[in-house]
């Protein structure tokens, strides 16, 4: 019987894989601890309880935000295939590229790429944008509900009362603050949480496929895709298109 004969490449850098599950697990904690405050009345949260969650929430979106960041400047100064150039669906040929790809695949004999395949970087695109809008929103959010970094000094100080230190107000009681500046404020807010929580189910639905297409990628190239974001490697049984 003929066997495949499978080469390892090393692809993924130690900074891309710390980047890949820090994010997988501040995002699992966002979606988890975002659902229960956003079903907070059907399961029946006080309001202290909420103001926890909301705390605990922020903490997860500040690993995610930070990480995120770095992620961003990696992409300057990373290898070739944490680099934007090796990443996003950019630069000549992608479109020919994506093309080819599309017509392997309904082949039954897909090109193998060490880094991300055309899809690949569609997806890729999808994600840091919809995790950047969250971190955006987020951090607002952190702001005006708990007068947390970066803008909730100038948040507290915004609906404070009159002779009443900003520092002194406790998130969610609105009665410690001046009733026409807290109205402005929540009206102000009220943009952000809205686009926080519809692209929240965006990031989800986009989640799920991104972990579709991994599972469906593994059972039709069998490169280790998942476990190469461990070890840096990928194994293929053919010669990438995109190795130099």
């Known amino acids: 019987m003929e066997t495949t004969a499978y080469t ?33 009345k059907a399961l029946g949260l006080s309001a202290d309880a909420k103001v926890f969650m909301k705390e605990f929430h922020s903490l997860f979106g500040y690993v995610m935000a930070a990480n995120l960041l770095w992620r961003i400047v990696w992409g300057f100064a990373g290898g070739r295939f944490s680099r934007w150039s090796g990443t996003l669906p950019f630069g000549r040929g992608y479109l020919a590229e994506l093309g080819t790809y599309l017509k392997s695949l309904r082949s039954g004999e897909p090109r193998y790429y060490l880094g991300h395949n055309p899809l690949g970087r569609l997806m890729v695109l999808a994600l840091l944008l919809l995790l950047a809008i969250q971190a955006v929103t987020g951090l607002m959010l952190a702001s005006t509900d708990l007068y947390w970094p970066p803008f909730g000094t100038w948040i507290a100080s915004w609906v404070a009362p009159a002779g ?25 807010r009220k943009p952000f949480i809205t686009l926080h929580e519809w692209t929240f189910f965006v990031l989800s639905a986009a989640i799920v496929a991104h972990i579709a297409a991994v599972v469906m990628g593994e059972v039709r190239e069998k490169a280790g895709l998942v476990s190469a974001m461990f070890h840096g490697n990928k194994v293929l049984p053919k010669k990438p298109v995109d190795l130099d």
Do not use: C, E, Q
Request: glycine residues 8%; proline residues 3%; aromatic residues 16%.
């Open 8 to 40: 390892s490449y090393r692809v993924w850098d130690r900074t891309i894989r710390w980047f890949h599950w820090i994010n997988f697990l501040a995002v699992l904690g966002l979606i988890g601890t975002g659902l229960v405050i956003y079903n907070g």
């Open 164 to 188: 009443v230190d900003p520092a002194t107000l406790l998130p969610g009681d609105k009665t410690m603050a001046d009733a026409a500046a807290w109205d402005a404020m929540r009206a102000f």
